[in-house]
C-alpha cells in the first residue's frame, strides 16, 4: 500500500518560517506529478504548489515568492519550505501524489489519490 506522512507543522507567529516534510513507502516521488494542498474547515482543499513530471513548479497566486516546493528522489521525500508566514496561510497541509505523470498546471484535489494525513500550521498575528 502506498503511505504519504507529513511532518514539520506548529505553531509560529506571523512572518515566521516552516518547513514541512512528506515521507512515502510504496510509492516513488521521482517520475509522477506530486503536491501540497491545504485546508481550512468548511472550505475546499486548494492546491498549494506542485512539481510536475518535467520538475516544473507551479505555485498558487497567495503564496507566490513566499513558499517554495522541492523533492529529492535520493530521498524520496518532498518538501514545502514556508517563509514569511501570514494568518492566512493557518490550514492543515496535506501531500499528494498521483499515480502517474502529468505536465503543466496544478491539478485539483480529484486528481491525486493518495494523500497523507496532514500536518497543522497555525500562524498567530
Known amino acids: 500500500q502506498v503511505q504519504l506522512v507529513e511532518s514539520g507543522g506548529g505553531s509560529v507567529q506571523a512572518g515566521g518560517s516552516l518547513r514541512l516534510s512528506c515521507s512515502a513507502s510504496?510509492?516513488?516521488?521521482?517520475?509522477?506529478?506530486v503536491a501540497w494542498f491545504r485546508q481550512i474547515p468548511g472550505k475546499e482543499r486548494e492546491g498549494v504548489a506542485g512539481i510536475d513530471s518535467r520538475g516544473e513548479l507551479t505555485y498558487a497566486d497567495a503564496v507566490k515568492g513566499r513558499f517554495t516546493i522541492s523533492k529529492d528522489n535520493a530521498k524520496n521525500t518532498l518538501s514545502l519550505q514556508m517563509n514569511s508566514l501570514k494568518a492566512e496561510d493557518t490550514a492543515m497541509y496535506y501531500c499528494?501524489?498521483?499515480?502517474?505523470?502529468?505536465?503543466?498546471?496544478?491539478?485539483?484535489?480529484?486528481?491525486?489519490?493518495?494523500w497523507g494525513q496532514g500536518t497543522q500550521v497555525t500562524v498567530s498575528s
Open positions: 510504496g510509492y516513488r516521488f521521482g517520475p509522477n506529478c
Open positions: 499528494a501524489a498521483m499515480p502517474a505523470i502529468c505536465f503543466g498546471l496544478i491539478r485539483g484535489a480529484s486528481a491525486y489519490d493518495y
